[in-house]
């Protein structure tokens, strides 16, 4: 199958930055998209942001011109770049990727998640 590692979680004070990575490995033969969730204690798993195979982007509202979604395709990395981070982005964040990978001879879909990184941001 294919797995995730996620790195690059902390705590930071209001207002800072940090910078997550993921790096997808395996028996990969392509990868669509790559995105990062977030959840936080008592709420559902939300979308932050997602990056498709050919550079599109999609964000959630409250990310929008904070976090940048990026990707490194002979890597088969993602990163998020969050900056300005405000104490409501404190979450456990994770990383998706979907794509194709070899199961023997033949391809199939694939939909993996990172093991999590947490996110604290202090006031």
């Known amino acids: 199958q294919v797995q995730l590692v996620e790195s690059g979680g902390g705590l930071v004070q209001t207002g800072g930055s940090l910078r997550l990575s993921c790096a997808a490995s395996g028996s990969i033969f392509s990868i669509t998209a790559m995105g990062w969730y977030r959840q936080a204690p008592g709420n559902e798993r939300e979308l932050v942001a997602v990056i498709t195979s050919g550079g599109s982007t999609n964000y959630a509202d409250s990310v929008k011109g904070r976090f940048t979604i990026s990707r490194d395709n002979a890597k088969n990395t993602v990163y998020l770049q969050m900056n300005s981070l405000k104490p409501e982005d404190t979450a456990v964040y994770y990383c998706?990727?979907?794509?194709?990978?070899?199961?023997?001879?033949?391809?199939?879909?694939?939909?993996?998640w990172g093991q999590g990184t947490q996110v604290t941001v202090s006031s």
């Open positions: 998706n990727t979907k794509g194709e990978y070899y199961r023997g001879s033949i391809r199939a879909l694939f939909a993996s």
